[in-house]
C-alpha cells in the first residue's frame, strides 16, 4: 500500500475484499501460502535463489489459466518489498504503461523503491505497446514480470524476450488443488470455514478433475457449491457429488481457437492417428468439436492425414476421408461429427505408409536442386506434323499392346535414368503394390534397390521427415 492512501480508500477496498469471489478472497499473501510450482519456488531452485538474493530478474510467466501467475507476482513484489504496479494488456494503452513507468522513475527518486511492472496478458499487446517499455527494462526503471497463457517465442517481441526469463507454470496437480480447497473450507477469516461446509470424497474427485489444474475453478465451483448446499439441523453444509455437478453445470473447454490449445490439440490429434492408437484419435477429436473447432478445419486435415500417413498402405483411405469433408459441409454439425469420428478410427486402424508422400518429396528435391532435363522424344505430345517430323513421341511403347500392359520403357530423362523416388512398403495394399514392380522393373527398381549413382533420390531421411511433419502439425496452416 503507498503512503499516501487514505484511510477511507483502504475502508473501500477492505469492504470490497470481503464481497469478492472466494478465489481472490484466498489469494495467498505469502509464499509460504502459495501452492504448486515447486519446479521454481522449491529450495535451491531458481526463482527461489533469486527472490532468497532480493533481485528478481525480469521474467515472463507462462502457463495455463488459474496456475498462480498474477499471485506469484504480487509475492514476488511483496517479498523483494518493491511497489507493484499491474497493468493488463486487454483494457490499458500505451498512456497507461507510460504512466506507470513515470510513476516508478518517481518513486526511484523519491523513496529509492523498485517497481515491479507486472502486465497481465502481455501478448494482448501489440509491437509498438511492447516497444514502449523495452528501454525502462533494460535501464532498470522498471523490473517486467509479464503474464501469459500463449506461447512467448510466437507473441512476444524478439527484443523483450531477450530481456527477460521465461518461466513456465504447470497446471495444479490433483493434491495440490485437494490443498488449496481445504484450505478455503477451513479459513475462517477469508474462506468458508464459517459455514462448516464438508466435501464428499466423490464430489472433491470431481472438482479435482473438473477444475483441470485451475484453482480459480476449484474455489470458484467450491463456492456455489457450498453456497446452495442446504444446512443439516446441526447447521452444517455437506457437499456430495451431484451437488458438485449442479454447481459446475459444463465448464467451457480451455481452448482458443487462435492460441496454443488450438495448435497442440490439432497436433495431438495428427500424432495419434499417426501412431494408430484410434482412442487417443476420438478423445482429440472430441475434445477440439467439444470446444468448437470448425469441424472443415478438422476435416481437412483428415484428408491430408490419409494422403500423407496412409497412402497407398490403404489406398480406400483418401475416399474416406473426402467423403467425411463432404458428408460434414453436407450435414454440419452436430451430426457431421460421425463422419468424421468414423474417418478417423478408419485412418487410426488402416496400416501406414508415407512413401508417395516421400516419394513426392524426393522428386521435389531433384527438381529444384538438379538440372531442368528436356522431356524425352517419346513422351512428347505428337499432336502435329512438324512434331512428328522432329521425332517427338518417335518410339513411344503403347503399354496395353504388351503383355500384362507393361512395355518396360524408362519414362525418366536419360541423365537420370535409374533415379528411385518411390520406394514401397511392406503394410497393407502396398505391400502388394511392391511386389508388383519388383515383379515388372526387377531389383533396379525394386525397393531396397541401387540408384543411379550421384543423383540426389536416395533412401529417406526418417528424421526431417519426423521434422517436416512435427512443423506441419504444429503450424495448422490452414486454420
Known sequence: MRSDQTLFEHGRRGREGENAPLAARMRPRTLGEFVGQRHLLGEGRMLERALRDGQPPSMLLWGPPGSGKTTLAQLIAGATKSRFIGVSAVTSGVADLRK???????????????????????????????????????????????????????????????????????????????????????????????????????????????????????????????????????????????????????????????????????????????????????????????????PLFIARRIVILAAEDVGMADPMALPVAVAAQQAVHFVGLPEGAIPLAQATVHLAAAPKSNASYMALNRAMAEVREGRQHPVPLHLRNAATGLMRGLGYGKDYKYAHDYKGHFSGQRNLPDEIAGMRFYEPGDQGYEATARERLDALWGKAKAPGGGRAEGGRAGPADGGAARRDADRRDADSGDS
Open 100 to 294: 506507470a513507468v513515470e510513476e516508478a522513475r518517481e518513486l526511484r527518486a523519491t523513496e529509492d523503491l523498485g517497481t515491479i511492472l507486472f502486465i497481465d496478458e502481455v501478448h494482448r499487446f501489440n509491437k509498438a505497446q511492447q516497444d514502449v517499455i523495452l528501454p525502462h527494462v533494460e535501464n532498470g526503471t522498471v523490473t517486467f514480470i509479464g503474464a501469459t497463457t500463449e506461447n512467448p517465442s510466437f507473441e512476444v517481441i524478439p527484443a523483450l524476450l531477450s530481456r527477460a526469463r521465461v518461466l513456465t507454470l504447470q497446471p495444479l496437480t490433483g493434491d495440490e488443488l485437494a490443498r488449496v480447497i481445504r484450505n478455503a473450507l477451513a479459513d475462517k477469516e477469508r474462506g468458508l470455514g464459517s459455514e462448516r461446509a464438508s466435501l464428499e470424497p466423490d464430489a472433491l474427485a470431481f472438482l479435482q478433475d473438473a477444475a483441470s489444474g485451475d484453482a480459480r475453478v476449484a474455489l470458484n465451483g467450491l463456492e456455489l457449491a457450498v453456497e446452495i448446499a442446504q444446512p443439516s439441523p446441526d447447521g452444517a453444509k455437506r457437499v456430495d457429488r451431484a451437488l458438485m455437478e449442479e454447481a459446475l453445470q459444463r465448464r467451457a473447454p480451455r481452448y482458443d481457437k487462435a492460441g496454443d490449445a488450438h495448435y497442440d490439440t490439432i497436433s495431438a490429434f495428427i500424432k495419434s492417428v499417426r501412431a494408430s492408437d484410434p482412442d487417443a484419435a476420438v478423445y482429440w477429436l472430441a475434445r477440439m468439436l467439444e470446444a468448437g473447432e470448425d
